[in-house]
């Protein structure tokens, strides 16, 4: 219980120093008033506006109104679309979140079985050109990989939408696409693109892990109790490899979420990466700072929910960190 | 008495880059039921993986090249892996050198021992945690009944190697292949568990090959040793007979090696040189180089195995032609 506790302290820790980050390189990168007040505006104009906004104030007074804001989900408002910044986020996040959703499912539930098969299956030739192909994964830049996918799946056989998320059913304020048919259709590529990478580097990791648990000192002493094969991969192999494994697909559960901007781009996905895009060439600050903050949370949360299954897989988490022993 | 274990001619090869090196060279020795066979020799010398060998373990690049393996009359280096699997565990358990790392950190001991049981015994999965809890009181680890709820983490090293023998004895095995059981753990530890090891052999009359590089162990626990240098046997016999009048020159270097405690002044004895190296070796006996005894023909003759006393030794000053006409 201390450990969930200390793991929870860390990260609204991390929170604040991100929300810290995000603030203080907005606040300073440029004079918001310029971007705010037009050219012609007078120098009490903007003295007044400084005032309103409360940009006289001391640094740790604004950066605590900040906080207090961001607190209740008030980001500002965003000057390129002149609405709440709250709201443009969470008209665009669930787009974002089930795309990185749908695409790490499919990383994981192939990468995880297909890595542990070519370990158990290091000289099979379907092993070796998995491997082939997981190389060629890690290497291929995604939005080439997005590229092709249009033009085979959308322009040649005409199977599969290029643009945008299709039908939408709106479910208490959550906007998805996966209970239309055209939503799910539109889904396939873009989290096929932004999975092929992930897809690839599970499928290596679980590999490489796999072979290494093989040859530790337990699965030999296994082997000599005389242990079933099948006993033996699974009920101990596999789950020793999890462990590394879980961490993984975790950390990129957060780069996908955060990095979803090219696929965003590419597939015209209405999702946070392509505000994002927006944002940044129109230099939208609030909109930015919300956004880093944001990724921040997704990360937070992942991690917590990464060592919370680690206490579900490894006990020697639950007893407390370290190698405990008791003559 | 018949043999419980018989390895004949093993040879056994390592596949280095396209060529076959001799790891463990017309290996013979037997195992009676009971008997605790020490196997000694520097590390190196082919010891383990005679004892992998048996267990069927060898893994590529190695292989067995020649030689048999039989387990109560019955040949079991061609079985096939299922037969194989079946008696692992069951007839010829194994205790292995490190018990930090023999166990599955991720999975209770309860869970490690009655999932050995279950394999290879038809119990239900009650009967199975009766027999576990049994057995970790037998090897003597109190409060057994809450032990097998513990991670391995959460026990020393020498609680585990208690569970290793636990694991070992778990289907009553007839033969036990202990591999450097005891290297691993503190000096105060090693002599409780060899004890217990020895305790729970001679009150079933398991049969133990005790693979050990630590002659004192050998001196303790072994009815009869098996000296092994550079993947052969160079002696047979019984454990007094070896310590008191060994007949290889190797034996009686390694025997003069051991520390004495009442000498303090005298200078330890080694061997001078080194055993020769799987991918380079030596004609004729492979100790030759270092022996102070060698004879010309020690360079280019292999020595067969000759009877001396109670002991057999491959040794051409053991040679009794050579004897008699000397």
């Given at each position: 219980?201390?450990?969930?506790?200390?793991?929870?302290?860390?990260?609204?820790?991390?929170?604040?120093?991100?929300?810290f980050?995000?603030?203080?390189?907005?606040r300073?990168?440029?004079?918001?008033?310029?971007?705010?007040?037009g050219?012609?505006?007078s120098?009490?104009?903007?003295?007044?506006?400084?005032a309103?906004?409360?940009?006289d104030?001391?640094?740790?007074?604004?950066?605590?109104?900040?906080?207090?804001?961001?607190?209740?989900g008030?980001?500002?408002?965003?000057?390129?679309?002149?609405q709440?910044?709250?709201?443009?986020?969470?008209?665009?996040?669930?787009?974002?979140?089930?795309?990185?959703?749908?695409s790490?499912?499919?990383?994981?539930?192939?990468?995880?079985?297909l890595?542990?098969w070519?370990?158990?299956?290091?000289d099979?030739?379907?092993a070796?050109?998995?491997m082939?192909?997981?190389?060629?994964?890690?290497a291929l830049?995604?939005f080439?990989?997005?590229?092709?996918l249009?033009?085979f799946?959308s322009?040649?056989?005409?199977w599969?939408?290029?643009?945008g998320?299709?039908?939408?059913?709106?479910?208490?304020?959550?906007?998805?696409g996966?209970?239309?048919t055209?939503g799910?259709r539109?889904?396939v590529l873009?989290?096929?693109t932004?999975?092929v990478?992930q897809?690839?580097?599970?499928?290596?990791?679980a590999?490489?892990?796999?072979?290494?648990?093989?040859?530790a000192?337990?699965?030999?002493?296994?082997?000599a109790r005389?242990?079933?094969?099948?006993?033996i991969?699974?009920?101990h192999?596999?789950?020793?490899?999890l462990?590394?494994?879980?961490?993984?697909?975790?950390l990129?559960f957060g780069?996908?979420?955060?990095?979803?901007?090219?696929v965003?781009?590419?597939?015209?996905?209405p999702?946070?990466?392509?505000?994002?895009i927006?944002?940044i060439?129109?230099?939208?600050?609030?909109?930015?700072?919300?956004?880093?903050?944001l990724?921040a949370?997704?990360?937070a949360?992942?991690?917590?929910?990464?060592?919370?299954?680690?206490?579900?897989?490894?006990?020697r988490?639950?007893?407390g960190?370290?190698v405990?022993?008791?003559? | 008495?018949?043999a419980?274990?018989?390895?004949?001619?093993?040879?056994?090869?390592?596949?280095?880059?396209?060529r076959?090196?001799?790891?463990?060279?017309?290996?013979s020795?037997e195992?009676a039921?009971?008997?605790?066979?020490g196997v000694?020799?520097?590390?190196g010398a082919?010891?383990?993986?005679?004892?992998?060998a048996?267990?069927g373990?060898?893994?590529?690049?190695?292989r067995q090249?020649?030689?048999?393996i039989?387990f109560?009359?019955?040949?079991i280096?061609?079985?096939d892996?299922?037969?194989?699997?079946?008696?692992?565990?069951?007839?010829i358990?194994?205790?292995?050198?490190?018990?930090?790392?023999?166990?599955d950190?991720?999975?209770t001991i309860g869970?490690?021992?009655?999932?050995?049981i279950?394999?290879?015994?038809?119990?239900?999965q009650?009967e199975?945690?009766?027999?576990?809890?049994?057995?970790?009181a037998?090897?003597?680890i109190?409060?057994?009944?809450e032990r097998?709820?513990?991670?391995?983490?959460?026990?020393?090293?020498?609680?585990?190697?208690?569970?290793?023998?636990a694991?070992?004895f778990?289907?009553?095995?007839?033969?036990?292949?202990a591999?450097?059981?005891t290297?691993?753990?503190?000096?105060?530890?090693q002599?409780?568990?060899?004890?217990?090891?020895r305790?729970?052999c001679?009150?079933?009359?398991?049969a133990?090959?005790?693979?050990?590089h630590?002659?004192?162990?050998?001196?303790?626990?072994a009815?009869?040793?098996a000296?092994?240098?550079?993947?052969?046997l160079?002696e047979?016999?019984?454990?007094?007979?070896?310590?008191?009048?060994?007949a290889h020159p190797?034996?009686?270097g390694?025997m003069?090696?051991?520390?004495?405690?009442?000498?303090?002044?005298?200078?330890?004895?080694?061997?001078?040189?080194?055993?020769?190296?799987?991918?380079?070796?030596?004609?004729?006996?492979?100790?030759?180089?270092?022996c102070?005894?060698a004879?010309v023909?020690?360079?280019s003759e292999?020595?067969?195995?000759f009877?001396?006393?109670?002991?057999?030794?491959?040794?051409?000053?053991?040679?009794?032609?050579?004897?008699?006409?000397a």
């Open positions: 219980m201390s450990f969930v506790l200390g793991r929870f302290g860390q990260t609204v820790l991390v929170l604040l120093v991100a929300a980050v995000s603030f203080a390189l907005f300073y990168v440029g004079d918001p008033v310029n971007n705010m007040v050219q012609s505006a120098l009490a104009d903007r003295e007044a506006m400084r309103a906004l409360g940009l104030d001391a640094f740790i007074l604004q950066f605590a109104r900040f906080v207090g804001h961001a607190l209740t008030d980001f500002g408002m965003s000057y390129r679309f002149g709440p910044v709250a709201t443009l986020i969470a008209e665009r996040f669930p787009a974002t979140l089930e795309l990185a959703l749908i790490m499912l499919i990383a994981t539930g192939l990468g995880v079985p890595g542990v070519t370990a158990l299956h290091r099979h030739w379907a070796q050109a998995l082939a192909a997981s190389l060629i994964g890690v830049p995604t080439l990989i997005g590229i092709a249009i033009l799946f322009v040649w056989l005409g599969l939408p290029s643009f998320r299709g039908q939408v059913v709106e479910i208490g304020g959550w906007t998805t996966l209970l239309t055209s799910l539109a889904l873009p989290a096929v932004l999975g990478f897809l690839a580097l599970i499928l290596r990791l590999r490489a892990e796999m072979l290494e648990v093989m040859r000192d337990f699965i030999r002493f296994a082997r005389g242990l079933k094969p099948r006993a991969q699974y009920r192999a596999l789950r020793n490899t462990v590394p494994v879980v961490t993984m697909i975790g990129q780069n996908v979420f955060a990095f979803s901007i090219i965003e781009t590419v597939f015209q996905w999702g946070l990466g392509l505000l994002v927006q944002a060439q129109f230099a939208d600050v609030p909109l930015l700072a919300a956004y880093l903050v990724i949370l997704c990360f949360v992942i991690n917590l929910a990464v060592d919370l299954a680690y206490l579900a897989i490894d006990p988490v639950r007893s960190g370290g405990r022993r008791t003559a | 008495m018949t419980l274990l018989k390895v004949e001619g093993l040879r056994v090869e390592i596949a280095r880059r396209g076959a090196m001799t790891a463990i060279d017309d290996v020795f195992i039921g009971g008997e605790i066979l000694v020799g520097e590390s082919g010891k383990s993986v005679t004892g992998t048996v267990l373990l060898l893994e590529p690049p190695a090249a020649a030689g048999r039989l109560d009359g019955r040949r280096d061609t079985l892996e299922d037969a194989m699997r079946a008696l692992r565990g069951k007839e358990a194994a205790v292995f050198q490190d018990p930090l790392t023999s166990l950190p991720l999975m869970d490690q021992l009655t999932e050995t279950r394999t290879h015994l038809d119990l239900t009650p199975a945690v009766e027999r576990a809890a049994r057995l970790l037998e090897v003597g109190p409060a057994p009944r097998l709820a513990s991670y391995p983490h959460e026990m020393s090293g020498g609680m585990r190697q208690r569970v290793v023998l694991l070992a778990s289907c009553e095995p007839r033969l036990i292949i591999d450097e059981p290297t691993a753990l503190d000096v105060s530890i002599a409780q568990i060899l004890d217990l090891l305790a729970m001679r009150e079933r009359g398991t133990v090959m005790l693979v050990t630590d002659m004192g162990v050998i001196a303790e626990v009815d009869r040793v000296v092994m240098y550079a993947g052969r160079v047979v016999g019984p454990t007094a007979r070896l310590l008191a009048e060994a190797y034996t009686r390694l003069a090696s051991i520390p004495d405690m009442h000498r303090r002044d005298v200078e330890l004895a080694q061997i001078p040189g080194s055993m020769p190296r799987p991918d380079a070796p030596v004609p004729g006996c492979a100790f030759h180089p270092r102070p005894h004879l023909r020690c360079a292999r020595p067969p195995t009877a001396v006393g109670a002991s057999e030794v491959a040794c051409w000053l053991a040679d009794p032609v050579a004897r008699s006409a």
